[in-house]
């Protein structure tokens, strides 16, 4: 008899699709200084979508027109679901006070530039705004497995692939979002806070095989 765990995971899927980022500071101990996350959602419950969460001042709980701090998306719905229930939870969004008071703006074109291998590009424009998130000096390619106890959801089980960028920058318009890539800490290793996150997947529960 084949005892073996089935490969195929039995939980609700909650979303699958690309999730890179940018986080910034200046200095590695300090405090975020500028915080963007662009999304490219191939399922959910709320269907398809893309954009971009942006927090120009990560420490200040206003939205537009006195802040930059924002998200563009062509799927409000879909936006909102991955604000609330995964993007809230990330480490550098949880303690940002900027987060709860974001504007949702509808996003105009939603486009990519470059090459994964050396430098690639995110370009979302809604009607006020661009937004180009920009990775550099790119690293090889690494597959993560994280068990739910050790993400963010403490509900998920997580699969991506992961580019680190040694050198990155997002622009508001043209203006440079302030601060510089550091290190994060990240299942247990340091890792660049500028990373492309590809085919990524959430997955609600604990997959079979794995211990509780």
């Not at 703006?105 to 809604?126: F, H, M, N, P, W």
């Not at 302030?178 to 990240?186: A, C, H, N, S, W």
């Amino acid at each position: 008899m084949n005892n073996a765990p089935s490969p195929i995971h039995p939980g609700r899927v909650d979303w699958t699709g690309d999730n890179p980022g940018i986080y910034l500071k200046d200095e590695q101990d300090g405090p975020w200084t500028g915080l963007a996350t662009f999304f490219r959602i191939a399922y959910s419950p709320y269907g398809m979508g893309s954009g971009v969460l942006l927090l120009d001042q990560p420490d200040v709980a206003q939205g537009l027109p006195a802040v930059r701090n924002f998200c563009i998306s062509d799927n409000e719905t879909l936006a909102r679901f991955l604000v609330d229930k995964f993007f809230s939870k990330f480490a550098s969004f949880r303690v940002s006070s900027g987060l709860g008071a974001i504007s949702y703006l509808q996003a105009t074109e939603v486009s990519r530039a470059g090459d994964t291998r050396s430098r690639y590009q995110e370009i979302v424009k809604s009607n006020e705004f661009e937004v180009v998130m920009t990775w550099e000096s790119l690293g090889a390619p690494y597959a993560v497995d994280m068990p739910v106890e050790s993400g963010p959801t403490k509900e998920h089980q997580m699969y991506s692939l992961f580019l680190d960028a040694q050198d990155a920058q997002v622009t508001v318009n043209g203006r440079r979002l302030r601060g510089k890539v550091v290190e994060r800490d990240f299942a247990g290793t340091r890792k660049s806070t500028a990373f492309l996150a590809f085919s990524e997947t959430w997955m609600q529960g604990q997959a079979p095989g794995r211990p509780l």
